[in-house]
Protein backbone atom coordinates (compact mmCIF):
# COMPACT_ATOMS: atom_id res chain seq x y z
CA UNK A 1 0.00 0.00 0.00
CA UNK A 2 1.53 3.69 -1.11
CA UNK A 3 1.22 5.71 1.64
CA UNK A 4 2.63 8.83 0.12
CA UNK A 5 -0.83 10.40 -0.24
CA UNK A 6 -1.41 10.42 3.48
CA UNK A 7 1.94 11.78 4.02
CA UNK A 8 1.58 14.40 1.65
CA UNK A 9 -1.57 15.17 2.86
CA UNK A 10 -0.23 15.02 6.54
CA UNK A 11 2.87 16.95 5.72
CA UNK A 12 0.42 19.83 3.82
CA UNK A 13 -2.59 20.04 6.20
CA UNK A 14 -2.21 18.08 8.90
CA UNK A 15 0.86 20.83 10.12
CA UNK A 16 -1.64 23.52 9.66
CA UNK A 17 -4.13 21.96 12.16
CA UNK A 18 -1.23 21.20 14.89
CA UNK A 19 -1.10 24.79 14.21
CA UNK A 20 -4.08 25.89 14.00
CA UNK A 21 -4.40 24.22 17.69
CA UNK A 22 -1.29 25.22 18.52
CA UNK A 23 -2.17 29.12 17.67
CA UNK A 24 -5.32 28.53 19.91
CA UNK A 25 -4.15 27.50 22.69
CA UNK A 26 -1.77 30.59 23.46
CA UNK A 27 -4.59 32.52 22.38
CA UNK A 28 -6.64 30.52 25.43
CA UNK A 29 -3.50 31.19 28.00
CA UNK A 30 -3.17 34.70 26.67
CA UNK A 31 -6.68 35.21 27.37
CA UNK A 32 -6.95 33.55 30.86
CA UNK A 33 -3.39 34.93 32.33
CA UNK A 34 -3.03 38.17 30.61
CA UNK A 35 -6.56 39.61 29.96
CA UNK A 36 -6.99 40.00 34.07
CA UNK A 37 -4.03 41.67 34.41
CA UNK A 38 -4.63 44.39 31.65
CA UNK A 39 -8.12 44.83 32.47
CA UNK A 40 -6.84 46.03 35.81
CA UNK A 41 -4.25 48.28 35.47
CA UNK A 42 -7.23 49.86 32.86
CA UNK A 43 -9.71 50.03 35.75
CA UNK A 44 -7.03 51.21 38.09
CA UNK A 45 -6.18 54.09 36.24
CA UNK A 46 -9.94 55.05 34.94
CA UNK A 47 -11.00 53.92 38.56
CA UNK A 48 -8.21 56.06 40.77
CA UNK A 49 -9.08 56.80 44.09
CA UNK A 50 -12.59 54.71 44.32
CA UNK A 51 -11.97 52.28 46.92
CA UNK A 52 -9.92 48.80 46.23
CA UNK A 53 -13.26 46.42 46.47
CA UNK A 54 -14.87 48.28 44.23
CA UNK A 55 -12.17 48.22 41.50
CA UNK A 56 -11.96 44.16 42.44
CA UNK A 57 -15.45 44.13 41.78
CA UNK A 58 -15.19 45.68 38.11
CA UNK A 59 -12.02 43.81 37.20
CA UNK A 60 -13.57 40.36 38.15
CA UNK A 61 -16.74 41.25 36.22
CA UNK A 62 -15.31 42.95 32.74
CA UNK A 63 -12.47 39.86 32.94
CA UNK A 64 -15.02 37.58 33.15
CA UNK A 65 -16.88 38.54 29.96
CA UNK A 66 -14.19 39.75 27.98
CA UNK A 67 -12.43 36.13 28.62
CA UNK A 68 -15.94 33.87 27.67
CA UNK A 69 -16.66 36.20 24.74
CA UNK A 70 -12.84 35.70 23.69
CA UNK A 71 -12.68 31.69 24.35
CA UNK A 72 -16.15 31.56 21.78
CA UNK A 73 -14.63 33.58 19.00
CA UNK A 74 -11.37 31.35 19.29
CA UNK A 75 -13.26 28.48 19.12
CA UNK A 76 -15.22 29.54 15.93
CA UNK A 77 -12.70 30.46 14.12
CA UNK A 78 -10.07 27.28 15.03
CA UNK A 79 -13.00 24.96 13.90
CA UNK A 80 -13.70 26.87 10.55
CA UNK A 81 -9.81 26.82 10.06
CA UNK A 82 -9.82 22.89 10.18
CA UNK A 83 -12.71 22.33 8.59
CA UNK A 84 -11.04 24.45 5.28
CA UNK A 85 -7.54 22.18 5.84
CA UNK A 86 -9.65 19.54 6.02
CA UNK A 87 -11.50 20.22 2.51
CA UNK A 88 -14.77 21.08 3.51
CA UNK A 89 -16.04 24.37 1.49
CA UNK A 90 -16.96 26.65 4.23
CA UNK A 91 -18.46 29.52 2.36
CA UNK A 92 -21.49 27.57 2.04
CA UNK A 93 -21.82 27.27 5.46
CA UNK A 94 -20.80 30.82 6.70
CA UNK A 95 -23.88 31.89 4.16
CA UNK A 96 -25.77 29.53 6.28
CA UNK A 97 -25.13 30.17 8.65
CA UNK A 98 -26.03 33.97 8.26
CA UNK A 99 -29.10 33.40 6.90
CA UNK A 100 -29.98 30.69 10.40
CA UNK A 101 -28.54 33.94 12.02
CA UNK A 102 -31.57 36.03 11.36
CA UNK A 103 -34.00 33.18 11.42
CA UNK A 104 -33.14 32.61 14.91
CA UNK A 105 -32.72 36.44 15.46
CA UNK A 106 -36.18 36.46 14.95
CA UNK A 107 -37.36 33.84 16.67
CA UNK A 108 -35.78 34.36 19.65
CA UNK A 109 -35.76 37.40 20.72
CA UNK A 110 -35.55 36.90 23.98
CA UNK A 111 -32.40 35.73 23.95
CA UNK A 112 -31.24 39.05 21.82
CA UNK A 113 -32.88 41.01 24.43
CA UNK A 114 -30.87 38.70 27.31
CA UNK A 115 -27.46 39.96 25.66
CA UNK A 116 -28.75 43.54 24.47
CA UNK A 117 -29.55 44.15 28.27
CA UNK A 118 -26.42 42.36 29.60
CA UNK A 119 -23.72 44.78 27.25
CA UNK A 120 -25.61 48.12 29.52
CA UNK A 121 -25.54 46.55 32.54
CA UNK A 122 -21.90 45.65 31.82
CA UNK A 123 -21.12 49.20 30.37
CA UNK A 124 -22.65 51.15 32.75
CA UNK A 125 -21.19 49.19 35.92
CA UNK A 126 -25.12 49.13 37.16
CA UNK A 127 -23.33 45.70 39.45
CA UNK A 128 -21.10 43.56 39.29
CA UNK A 129 -19.24 40.64 40.40
CA UNK A 130 -19.25 40.49 44.53
CA UNK A 131 -22.11 43.04 45.01
CA UNK A 132 -25.20 42.50 46.73
CA UNK A 133 -28.30 43.34 44.74
CA UNK A 134 -32.14 42.99 44.30
CA UNK A 135 -32.85 42.01 40.65
CA UNK A 136 -35.96 40.67 39.47
CA UNK A 137 -37.18 39.88 42.69
CA UNK A 138 -34.32 37.86 44.32
CA UNK A 139 -31.97 39.01 46.89
CA UNK A 140 -28.25 37.85 46.96
CA UNK A 141 -24.57 38.30 46.10
CA UNK A 142 -23.37 38.25 42.66
CA UNK A 143 -21.68 35.70 41.80
CA UNK A 144 -21.17 35.60 37.53
CA UNK A 145 -22.05 38.08 35.61
CA UNK A 146 -22.71 37.53 31.25
CA UNK A 147 -23.86 39.27 28.52
CA UNK A 148 -26.68 36.56 28.70
CA UNK A 149 -27.52 35.99 32.32
CA UNK A 150 -26.72 37.04 36.40
CA UNK A 151 -25.98 33.85 38.70
CA UNK A 152 -26.86 35.71 42.30
CA UNK A 153 -26.59 33.48 44.99
CA UNK A 154 -28.83 34.06 48.22
CA UNK A 155 -28.48 34.40 52.11
CA UNK A 156 -29.72 30.85 52.45
CA UNK A 157 -27.19 29.73 49.89
CA UNK A 158 -29.84 29.06 46.59
CA UNK A 159 -28.53 29.83 43.58
CA UNK A 160 -30.38 32.25 41.10
CA UNK A 161 -30.17 32.17 37.29
CA UNK A 162 -31.73 35.18 36.37
CA UNK A 163 -31.69 35.92 32.51
CA UNK A 164 -30.78 40.36 31.85
CA UNK A 165 -33.49 40.72 30.03
CA UNK A 166 -35.82 40.09 32.71
CA UNK A 167 -34.01 42.51 34.87
CA UNK A 168 -36.39 46.03 34.58
CA UNK A 169 -34.63 47.66 37.71
CA UNK A 170 -31.59 46.35 39.60
CA UNK A 171 -31.29 47.62 43.05
CA UNK A 172 -27.41 47.65 44.37
CA UNK A 173 -26.91 47.59 48.26
CA UNK A 174 -22.81 47.79 47.70
CA UNK A 175 -22.36 50.57 45.58
CA UNK A 176 -18.99 51.91 46.84
CA UNK A 177 -20.07 52.54 50.31
CA UNK A 178 -23.18 51.04 52.49
CA UNK A 179 -25.41 53.31 55.30
CA UNK A 180 -26.17 52.25 58.75
CA UNK A 181 -29.93 52.72 58.53
CA UNK A 182 -31.70 51.89 61.61
CA UNK A 183 -34.96 52.62 64.38
CA UNK A 184 -34.34 51.91 68.06
CA UNK A 185 -37.51 52.74 70.43
CA UNK A 186 -37.52 53.62 73.51
CA UNK A 187 -40.24 54.58 76.56
CA UNK A 188 -42.45 57.33 76.29
CA UNK A 189 -40.98 58.24 79.45
CA UNK A 190 -37.40 58.57 78.70
CA UNK A 191 -35.29 61.94 78.53
CA UNK A 192 -34.90 62.04 74.72
CA UNK A 193 -32.14 64.41 74.69
CA UNK A 194 -30.35 61.53 77.38
CA UNK A 195 -31.52 58.46 75.27
CA UNK A 196 -29.94 60.83 72.12
CA UNK A 197 -26.57 61.38 74.08
CA UNK A 198 -26.21 57.57 74.91
CA UNK A 199 -26.82 56.56 71.57
CA UNK A 200 -24.02 59.02 70.26
CA UNK A 201 -21.86 57.95 73.00
CA UNK A 202 -22.56 54.61 71.95
CA UNK A 203 -21.83 55.23 68.13
CA UNK A 204 -18.56 57.47 69.49
CA UNK A 205 -16.98 53.77 71.21
CA UNK A 206 -18.07 51.41 68.41
CA UNK A 207 -16.45 53.96 65.73
CA UNK A 208 -12.84 54.19 67.96
CA UNK A 209 -12.85 50.68 68.61
CA UNK A 210 -10.00 49.10 66.61
CA UNK A 211 -11.97 46.00 65.55
CA UNK A 212 -14.73 48.01 63.60
CA UNK A 213 -12.49 51.18 63.01
CA UNK A 214 -11.61 50.03 59.44
CA UNK A 215 -14.99 49.87 58.27
CA UNK A 216 -16.65 52.72 59.33
CA UNK A 217 -16.22 56.04 56.87
CA UNK A 218 -18.98 57.65 59.69
CA UNK A 219 -19.92 57.43 63.20
CA UNK A 220 -23.16 56.18 63.63
CA UNK A 221 -24.84 58.88 65.38
CA UNK A 222 -28.84 59.53 66.38
CA UNK A 223 -30.66 62.15 63.71
CA UNK A 224 -33.98 62.72 64.62
CA UNK A 225 -36.65 61.64 66.40
CA UNK A 226 -38.31 59.24 63.54
CA UNK A 227 -41.91 58.33 64.63
CA UNK A 228 -44.59 58.17 68.00
CA UNK A 229 -45.18 54.30 67.50
CA UNK A 230 -48.04 52.37 69.68
CA UNK A 231 -45.79 51.45 72.64
CA UNK A 232 -42.76 54.08 72.48
CA UNK A 233 -40.71 56.88 70.21
CA UNK A 234 -38.57 55.58 67.41
CA UNK A 235 -35.38 57.38 67.30
CA UNK A 236 -33.21 57.00 63.79
CA UNK A 237 -29.55 56.54 63.33
CA UNK A 238 -27.31 56.63 60.43
CA UNK A 239 -23.93 56.39 59.85
CA UNK A 240 -21.65 55.56 56.70
CA UNK A 241 -19.63 52.28 56.20
CA UNK A 242 -17.69 50.16 53.83
CA UNK A 243 -20.12 48.20 51.15
CA UNK A 244 -21.04 44.92 52.72
CA UNK A 245 -20.35 46.00 56.34
CA UNK A 246 -23.58 47.69 57.26
CA UNK A 247 -25.06 44.34 58.39
CA UNK A 248 -22.53 43.21 60.84
CA UNK A 249 -22.37 46.57 62.56
CA UNK A 250 -26.03 47.38 62.90
CA UNK A 251 -25.83 44.25 64.70
CA UNK A 252 -22.96 44.90 66.76
CA UNK A 253 -24.83 48.28 67.38
CA UNK A 254 -27.63 46.91 68.60
CA UNK A 255 -25.52 44.68 71.00
CA UNK A 256 -24.13 47.70 72.34
CA UNK A 257 -26.80 50.01 72.81
CA UNK A 258 -29.02 46.83 74.22
CA UNK A 259 -26.31 46.79 76.93
CA UNK A 260 -25.32 50.51 77.60
CA UNK A 261 -29.82 51.08 77.65
CA UNK A 262 -29.16 48.56 80.33
CA UNK A 263 -26.96 50.02 82.46
CA UNK A 264 -28.59 54.02 82.26
CA UNK A 265 -31.96 51.93 83.29
CA UNK A 266 -33.17 53.53 79.85
CA UNK A 267 -36.81 51.12 78.54
CA UNK A 268 -36.57 49.55 75.63
CA UNK A 269 -40.53 49.05 75.03
CA UNK A 270 -42.20 46.08 73.88
CA UNK A 271 -46.10 45.30 72.44
CA UNK A 272 -48.66 45.61 74.67
CA UNK A 273 -52.21 46.50 75.10
CA UNK A 274 -54.52 47.34 77.76
CA UNK A 275 -58.17 46.71 77.69
CA UNK A 276 -61.01 48.04 79.50
CA UNK A 277 -64.30 47.68 79.50
CA UNK A 278 -66.90 50.81 80.64
CA UNK A 279 -65.54 52.96 83.29
CA UNK A 280 -61.99 52.35 85.16
CA UNK A 281 -62.67 49.81 88.15
CA UNK A 282 -61.40 51.47 91.01
CA UNK A 283 -60.02 49.12 94.44
CA UNK A 284 -63.73 49.38 96.09
CA UNK A 285 -65.40 48.65 93.13
CA UNK A 286 -63.48 45.53 92.35
CA UNK A 287 -63.83 44.21 96.09
CA UNK A 288 -67.68 44.43 95.39
CA UNK A 289 -67.74 42.74 92.41
CA UNK A 290 -65.62 39.88 93.44
CA UNK A 291 -67.47 39.44 97.01
CA UNK A 292 -69.71 36.88 97.56
CA UNK A 293 -73.77 37.72 97.76
CA UNK A 294 -75.80 36.82 100.18
CA UNK A 295 -78.62 34.03 99.66
CA UNK A 296 -82.00 35.69 98.91
CA UNK A 297 -84.78 34.82 101.08
CA UNK A 298 -87.11 32.13 99.79
CA UNK A 299 -90.37 34.14 98.42
CA UNK A 300 -93.18 34.63 101.12
CA UNK A 301 -96.31 32.04 100.19
CA UNK A 302 -99.09 33.90 99.65
CA UNK A 303 -102.45 34.36 100.98
CA UNK A 304 -105.13 32.49 99.82
CA UNK A 305 -108.02 34.57 100.15
CA UNK A 306 -111.17 32.87 100.13
CA UNK A 307 -114.75 34.70 99.78
CA UNK A 308 -117.76 32.25 100.75
CA UNK A 309 -120.91 33.27 98.94
CA UNK A 310 -123.72 33.70 100.42
CA UNK A 311 -126.14 30.81 101.23
CA UNK A 312 -128.97 30.16 98.38
CA UNK A 313 -132.41 30.35 99.99
CA UNK A 314 -133.93 27.27 99.87
CA UNK A 315 -137.01 26.84 97.04
CA UNK A 316 -139.67 26.23 100.04
CA UNK A 317 -139.57 29.56 102.16
Not at 114 to 131: C, K, R, S, T, W
Not at 144 to 154: F, I, Q
Request: avoid cysteine.
Amino acid sequence: MDWTPVTNWLLEHGIRILLVIAISAALYYLLRHFVPTTVRRTISGTMKGRPEEEINKRTNTLSTVFVDTGIVVIAILAIFTVLAEVGVNVAPALAGLGVAGIAVGFGAQSLVKDIFNGFHIILENQFGVGDWVSIAGVDGLVEVVSLRRTVVRDFDGSVHTVPNGEIKVATNFTKEWARVNMDVSVGYGEDLDRVIEVIDRVGKELAEDPEWAPDILETPYALRVQAFEDSGIAIKIIGQVKQMRQWPIMGELRLRLKRAFDEENIEIPWPHTKVYFGNFPTETSIKELIAPKPPSPPPSKRKRRVEVAPEEEGEGG
